[in-house]
């Protein structure tokens, strides 16, 4: 199975600014907010592409299905930063499935060495795009400063 399989497969489209390609696959019943219950879509990113600096108003979940590990940037409304890996490999520390808190910041590219990553997130209440905030390289330096060099490979104006 390739990445162009995939993508044909599930007619992924461009995710809008984040980066990466989309499908989704699942949206519950309309909330009285106007907000799904619930979403779901399986994604791809290739090495040449990233998912860019984000956050959500809600917890999202990760998971992970084919592929190279995907490396996350994660930085907490709290100052602090943190990383993981999501991929197939639990004994040496990548999880196939991680919860990123609401309002954290979020962006990742597959793990260095890596050709593509397949997976998925789901989210309850759901994904609406009046909830995506794009994260803006100068504000997030100024926040989290050791993590300067990492934040501007992963900001897309």
Request: glycine share 12%; hydrophobic share 40%.
């Amino acid at each position: 199975m390739t990445p162009e399989d995939l993508v044909a497969h599930y007619r992924m489209e461009p995710i809008p600014r984040e980066g990466g390609l989309f499908r989704r696959t699942w949206a519950g019943p309309e909330r009285a907010d106007g907000r799904p219950e619930g979403t779901a879509i399986v994604a791809l990113l290739t090495a040449d592409d990233f998912s860019a600096l984000h956050r959500l108003p809600a917890d999202e979940i990760w998971h992970f299905y084919l592929g190279d590990p995907l490396e996350l940037l994660l930085l907490a409304p709290d100052g602090t930063s943190a990383d993981a890996v999501l991929g197939p490999d639990v004994l040496h520390g990548q999880q196939p499935q991680l919860t990123v808190p609401a309002g954290t910041w979020m962006g990742g590219r597959v793990a260095a060495g890596g050709a593509w990553t397949f997976f998925g997130c789901t989210m309850a209440p759901g994904f609406t795009y009046a909830g995506y905030e794009h994260g803006d390289a100068a504000a997030l330096t100024a926040r989290y400063p050791a993590e300067a060099a990492r934040i501007a490979r992963l900001c897309r104006p």
